[in-house]
């Protein structure tokens, strides 16, 4: 008798498929002779025809050669190379729909890796964007030559081909604008560009960032090493041409490595930083700071933790993975103390910085790992009513879960760009704790991104 398993997909076969779902990466997801099947680019409720691009021991990747039944929510990409670049997943999808499968891409992570009941769980609907366009503040493409023009822009989706990007629809205009300058001012003055295979050249990467509030910008030039032929005159140019740059930097990263930024930074003219607004908090955003990448909804992502923190004024508060202090400030008006880390001993300097220059004394920031500051502090006497978690892709660290566990806050305030780890935590965490709800946020539209904000209590 043939096990469920052993019915395999051939290479190249060509089969009908019902799109079922949308996937964790933006891809249709349907089922052939149980098989899973991922297809990029089909969309739910839709037939397709598609050949078997890949065969993998517990599932198949296709691709679409036909559609039969065309879903009612997909449109024309907005974008010409949106299907070589690869950057954005989902702008086939009509956007207040991307907001609903969003939702959905939640509530699959829950129940794939919890044992909760999700029937009695609050998923909210996913808040979304008045414009969904031009929202990204910063940009970081690489550079190459191709029959003597210079390109810049991404490499294609599951290649190293450079598809030159001139314009992006997800990009903020004025990064766009500067990066298409200084593109010219390298092409005009003949800087040699760097060669991935060869090694040889001088600039890697042009990033560009600007203070979407105070439209301040930032251009840094990534170079393989610290001389930079025509420096002057790069710099001239580029301040004759764009008089809104506030500062230009220089970062140098001499490594075979898929790394943007190394070590050393060299600041070139103007400021090391630019300024930018959040609300009432300015920050001062330098080449290596991290700060989110779409200011409009990351208004919206703080205040619904501020909403889910719901404080007196009496709490004391953990800001775990607080980077340069954003989140803790933001609640460090209605707190009694807001306490927080970070292993980037740089974003620490920077969130003191931000601390005193707002006026914030109820404040404490130190360098080092959440799990292992967080049992020091609880030895000494200061234990927190409130901790906030905004962590990387890959989830809590176990350590800091079970240290949750043992410290038992009152409120867990679980910020998360990745549902599947966000969910495998909240498992985690399900001993002693509920889920009171989930607040989705789109960060990055027409991506298959989705934030949440997960207020959970103990029980």
């Known amino acids: ?261 190394g070590e050393e930074t060299v600041n070139l003219a103007g400021e090391d930083f630019i300024q930018e607004t959040l609300g009432d908090l300015q920050f001062e955003l330098s080449a290596r700071t991290f700060f989110q990448l779409n200011p409009a909804q990351t208004l919206k992502l703080y205040n619904e933790v501020k909403k889910a923190a719901d404080l007196t004024g009496t709490e004391k508060v953990l800001d775990a993975y607080c980077g340069v202090g954003t989140i803790g400030l933001w609640l460090a008006d209605q707190a009694a103390e807001v306490r927080g880390m970070d292993v980037i001993p740089e974003s620490i300097e920077d969130a003191k910085k931000n601390a005193k220059r707002h006026g914030f004394t109820n404040t404490k920031y130190v360098p080092g790992k959440a799990e292992e500051v967080l049992p020091k502090w609880v030895n000494k006497g200061w234990k927190p009513d409130v901790v906030v978690v905004d962590p990387p892709r890959t989830g809590l660290d176990s350590q800091l879960l079970q240290t949750i566990l043992q410290v038992k806050p009152k409120k867990l305030i679980y910020v998360s760009c990745n549902p599947s780890t966000l969910a495998k935590d909240i498992q985690v965490l399900s001993k002693n704790y509920d889920v009171k709800y989930i607040q989705p946020v789109d960060m990055f539209p027409h991506t298959s991104h989705v934030e949440c904000v997960a207020l959970i209590t103990r029980k």
Not at 75 to 89: A, S, T
Not at 174 to 203: C, F, M, S, W
Request: hydrophobic residues 35%; glycine residues 6%; charged residues 25%.
């Open 1 to 261: 008798m043939k096990t469920e398993a052993s019915i395999k997909i051939e290479p190249k076969q060509t089969f009908p498929l019902t799109i079922k779902r949308l996937g964790i990466n933006g891809e249709g997801v349907g089922y052939f002779k149980k098989q899973v099947v991922f297809v990029p680019g089909a969309l739910p409720g839709e037939e397709v025809v598609v050949e078997a691009t890949k065969i993998h021991p517990k599932y198949a990747e296709a691709r679409i050669k036909k559609i039969r039944i065309r879903s009612p929510h997909r449109v024309r990409p907005l974008c010409p190379i949106y299907e070589q670049c690869g950057g954005c997943q989902l702008q086939h999808l009509a956007y207040s729909q991307q907001l609903k499968e969003k939702r959905d891409i939640v509530i699959q992570a829950l129940e794939r890796h919890t044992k909760l009941t999700l029937e009695k769980l609050d998923i909210r609907e996913t808040i979304g964007m008045e414009n969904p366009w031009g929202y990204r503040n910063k940009s970081s493409f690489q550079v190459g030559e191709k029959d003597g023009k210079l390109l810049a822009g991404l490499y294609g989706l599951n290649s190293h081909q450079l598809i030159n990007i001139d314009q992006c629809a997800v990009q903020h205009p004025q990064t766009t604008e500067a990066t298409a300058v200084v593109k010219r001012i390298l092409q005009d003055l003949h800087i040699p560009i760097y060669n991935e295979k060869t090694r040889k050249g001088i600039v890697r990467t042009i990033v560009t960032r600007v203070g979407v509030q105070t439209g301040e910008l930032q251009v840094v030039l990534i170079t393989s090493q610290k001389e930079l032929p025509k420096k002057e005159l790069i710099i001239a140019k580029i301040q004759k041409r764009l008089p809104q740059v506030k500062s230009i930097v220089q970062n140098i990263n001499g490594e075979k490595t898929s790394l943007i930024f």
